[in-house]
C-alpha cells in the first residue's frame, strides 16, 4: 500500500517516492508515497507533475484510487517511468491550496446551516474557488440567503483551527455530530474513520484536504440558491 500522505500532511506539496507499477494500456503510474489527491467527496484530484532527477518530466493529468493506492494518470503520448525509478511527486499547488480553502469553506456553510437551521447535507461539489453544497432545507428562502452569508463570514473571521482525526469505526459512530453526515451509509468493511473538526462549529467523516484555520480562507459570498424541489435546495458559494 503507498504512503499516501495528502491525508495527513495536507500542506506537503512535494516528495520523493519509487515508481511501484505502471500501466501502460490506463496510463497510470503508482508510486511508493504521493502528496496527490485521488478526488472524492466532492473535491477534485490533483493535478501536477513527476520528475526524474535526469531532467524527463510527466504531467499528471488526474489522480484517482486503485484499490489502497493512488495512480497518477499520466498526460499525452509519452513513454512512462519504469518500475523502480525514482521521482518527485509534485502537485499543482496554487489549484490544490485554492480547493483546501473551497472546501473548508464549504464545510463552514454546512456548520451554520445545521447550527442555525438544522438542515442536513445531501451532497457537494467543487472546483478551486467555488462550490455548492444540497440540503435537505424545506425553510430555505432567498431572504435567508444573506443571513447565511453573514453567518458563515463570522465563522471564518474568528480564526478556527480545522483538526483533522483518524478514529477506529466505533469510535467515530458513537459521535451524535457525525451521524447526520449520513456516516451509517459507510460499507460496513471500513475500520477506520478520518473526521474533518471546524472546531466549535463543524464536525463531518470526509476524506479531503483542508486548510489548518479558517483564517487561512477569507471571506465567502453566496453567488446563488436553486430549489431542487420542494425539500432540496442547492447553495452556491465563492472564495472572495
Ligand atoms: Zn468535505
Not at 3 to 22: D, K
Not at 212 to 232: F, L, P, Q
Amino acid at each position: 500500500m503507498s504512503e499516501n500522505l495528502c491525508y495527513t500532511e495536507a500542506y506537503t506539496r512535494i516528495v520523493e517516492a519509487r515508481v511501484v507499477a505502471v500501466d501502460t494500456d490506463a496510463r497510470t503510474v503508482v508510486l511508493d508515497r504521493t502528496v496527490f489527491y485521488p478526488g472524492g467527496g466532492g473535491q477534485p484530484a490533483d493535478r501536477g507533475w513527476l520528475r526524474a532527477a535526469d531532467g524527463r518530466v510527466w504531467d499528471i493529468a488526474s489522480a484517482k484510487k486503485a484499490g489502497d493506492d493512488i495512480a497518477h494518470v499520466v498526460d499525452g503520448d509519452v513513454d512512462l517511468p519504469a518500475p523502480g525509478d525514482g521521482l518527485s511527486a509534485d502537485i499543482d499547488w496554487e489549484r490544490r491550496y485554492a480547493l483546501m480553502r473551497t472546501h473548508t469553506a464549504l464545510h463552514a456553510l454546512c456548520g451554520v446551516v445545521w447550527r442555525d437551521y438544522g438542515a442536513q447535507v445531501t451532497g457537494g461539489n467543487m472546483e478551486p474557488g467555488g462550490g455548492r453544497m444540497d440540503f435537505e432545507f424545506e425553510s430555505m428562502t432567498g431572504e435567508l440567503v444573506g443571513a447565511i452569508e453573514t453567518a458563515v463570514n463570522r465563522e471564518l473571521a474568528a480564526q478556527r483551527d480545522i483538526r483533522v482525526q483518524i478514529l477506529p469505526r466505533d469510535e467515530a459512530f458513537a459521535i451524535p455530530d457525525l451521524i447526520r453526515t449520513k456516516i451509517n451509509l459507510l460499507p460496513a468493511g471500513i475500520t477506520e474513520i478520518r473526521t474533518i473538526e471546524i472546531v466549535g462549529l463543524d464536525l463531518q467523516a470526509d476524506g479531503g484536504t483542508h486548510v489548518a484555520n479558517t483564517r487561512e480562507v477569507g471571506s465567502i459570498r453566496v453567488t446563488g440558491y436553486e430549489s431542487k424541489g420542494r425539500i432540496n435546495k442547492r447553495i452556491r458559494i465563492e472564495l472572495v
